[in-house]
């Protein structure tokens, strides 16, 4: 369980295998969304995770690959890249400037 | 790097790579096909396409609206020798491990010269008339106007 308070987060990374496709996709889409936000969004292969990410964005089952490269970082896994409500709840989040736990 | 400069859409996704009316026995062989269109204008070499297939076993690239993106792993970056896309449409849909998709976009990526396009797509998907009528589009001129890109 992480506890994300929406208002700090000033850089989001969307992680996948290779960063080649999927993640790109996402990210560009968040990055519309968040771009009122003043959020820094970026996409990255999960073995290469900036460690200055206040929340990585990630597959499920590299959630835990994507925990170990960056320890303490908050992970919010997601099933579906187009209206996943893990990720749409992390937008609200960062929009509102709420606290929220996943 | 070179590769990383943006290409115009119509060689980044080139007519030779786009197939508007497949048919596939399974998501293996959409898989296959998407890769064959990527090789058909050498964008890379045979061994990737064994790669893309490896990669959907771990983690699906189903995006939803019917759209899955076949790519393969960083280890398989070697067999990449260019940025290009490829469009595999299946009028009657692939059972995508239980999803229902209708077109394959097979992706080869060395550099960035692909993220525009990426992105335009996922503004496509993100609309669901765009969506509908990417996954009705019968001519190569329908599918530049929508995955035309708007900004960037």
Known sequence: MATIDGSSIKKLIVACDAGMGSSVMLASTLKKQLAKNGVTVEHSPVASIPSDADVVVTQTNLAERARGVVPGVPVVPFMLFLGDPAVAKLVKAIQNGDTVEF | MSDNESKPLTE???EASITLDASATGRDDAIRQ???????????DAGYIDAMIDRENSVSTFMGEGVAIPHGTLAAKDSVKSDALSMVKFPDGVDWDGNDVRIAFGIAAKGNGHIALLSQLATVLMDPEKAEALRDATTVEQVYALLESEDE
């Open chain 2, 12 to 14: 980044l996704l080139a």
């Open chain 2, 34 to 44: 998407a890769g064959a269109g990527l090789l058909a204008v050498g964008a890379i």
